[in-house]
């Protein structure tokens, strides 16, 4: 049995597939965050498979997303739908639910934060909404566990009965009349669709091209709808998708009027105003986003994180040495022994190293993405993001993308035209992504000890103008045109919960730990392999002779401009194309250091002015293979991902070289 689950963005679908699953999916408190339909079995019932769809409005589809929740609901066809509506925004929340009515699958409605509606002192009178609507309705608290399991049973006992919305009629006068005469005439092609009837001749009003097209009507046919749907709007005097928005919110407003008990504007809502008259300020807003973003690096990279990663390499120095230790008295094999303690330890444990660095980092970005500041940054960001022809909410993805850019560049299915999804795809590479912190922190420790938060800043400030650039490039180039409207809703300001920010913490150090032990893994085997032996498979004793050396020699002349023509630095760079903590690891293997020494050893490559043109051309460069198999997949083709990456490898190689030759204006050499 297939439960669907559906509701606008932001309304606790994914609470609730958590609470009803057990599963942990990633809850975010901005619009957005699903992307695509999650599945998993309903706790305590057999053979019950509840699907989280994305979030949408309406079904009317404008973005990849509303696509894929409509084409699921009219396809697959759900023995069930939970349409989850948050209470303390009935009225618009219900637009959907009236949609569904429409399509006639059987609807539970899950009227979910009713904590925040008794605490707002409102209430809703769910039996006679119910009655109004014609649906069951559960009131339910996701978030607190409310009133799950009593969903849960209706939803079984709809499922079973296939209790479908009673047939009210929605509409009244014209529409009504232009409705119910278009379903006649359509009556012999729906045969052949499957489509709901209702729903079908509602679609036709509205023009929607999707259905027009499966219906296929005749010339004549499409003549008659086409004087039908006009006489209904000079009636009316609108157009005919605001006709049919306006039936539906009249008749939201009579199920509601008597259902729903206000207590003015809410606490919650008041107090969001309040707050977002600073922080959504006009001049006051970027700068506001600017100093907290300085505080969490602050905060993560010389306060709390810095000390735990101190600690935590120590502690992987002494497992290091024990190991050590062990395979010596052991009398194991110098190759064998050199592999383990040089290759792999060295290798992984340069990584894992970072592992609090960034556990901590994302425990303070989630706290801001969960209270909803984030969102509000989206909308402070969208006069920006628009000089460069993107909307506010392109911001969703470039955020992620700091975290990293395959989620990333999945999210911009939530962009509603290709315009701007393509152009998003292109810049989300600019966000640094969190896999090239380690490299940042490690070359900073070693060349700016006393500026490290300063030297992080710029880098991600660096990126971000180098994004705009590039943007206001393709603006004026390969994407002409107007970025839609902005729309995101902002939600309410809400304290984070700490299991949300638990499970983002988690997610993040499972994804670095798998990494750690699969790619780098391998990686640092490799690189130890290939640094041990030369071209005639003999063991080498100096590093210099190895195979390794060879192949860096022969592309470091391409970064001799830019101030590291060493064979350490080319090599570091190809391996961070398998992912980017490679650069860490690679440099860590083939200097041999021990992993709190890497910041000394790295001196006598690098002098302060080569190593920030180093960062600066890995800040810049093509992502790892990863995200270049999502670009490739969302843009459509090889070719464009290609030509996307020697773009942003030339893009990356400018700017070191302007780095590093302005730099030695400067500071002389
Ligand atoms: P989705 O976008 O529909 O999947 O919504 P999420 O599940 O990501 O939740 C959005 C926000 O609403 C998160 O900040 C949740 O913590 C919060 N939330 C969800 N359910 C409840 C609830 O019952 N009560 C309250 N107060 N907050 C909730
Ligand atoms: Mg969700």
Redesign the pocket.
Known sequence: MIIALL????????????QLTGSNQ????F?G??VEKKEGMIKGQKNMTLV?LP?IYSLSPYTAEEVVTRDFLLKDKPEAVIN?VDATNIERNLYLTLQLMEVGVPVVVAL?????VRANGDSIDVQMLSGNLGLPIVP?????N?GCAELVLKTLEVAREKDRPRGLDLCQGEVHRAVHAIAHIIEKELKATGLPSRYAATKVVEGDPITLSKLNLSKSEMEIVETIVSDMERNLDTDREAALADMRYDFIANACKDAVKKNGNSRELQRSIRIDEVLTHKVFGIPIFLCVMLLVFFLTFNVIGKFLSDGFSMGIDWVTSMIDVGLSNLGINEAVHSLIVEGVCVGVGSVLSFLPTIVTLFFFLSILE?S?YMARVAFVMDKLLRKIGLSGRSFVPMLIGFGCSVPAIMATRTLASQRDRRMTILLTPFMSCSAKLPIYATFSAAFFPDHAPLVLIGLYVGGMVMGVLYGLLLKSTLFRGNPVPFVMEL?AY?L??AK?VVIHMWEKAKDFLVKAFTIIFVASIVIWALQSFDARLMMVSDGGDSLLAAIGRFIAPIFVPLGFGNWISSTALITGLSAKEAVVSTLAVLTNAEVSMLPQVLGAYFTPLTALSFLTFTLLYMPCFAAVAAIKRELGGMKYAAAAMIAQCGVAWIAAFAVYQIGRLIVGG
């Open positions: 509701g606008n963005p932001n309304s606790g679908k994914t609470t609730l597939f958590n990633h809850v975010g408190n619009p965050v699903t989280d979030g989850i979910n934060m009713m904590d925040e339910i608290s996701a978030a607190k409310e969960d909803g939600p809400r984070p919960s949300s």
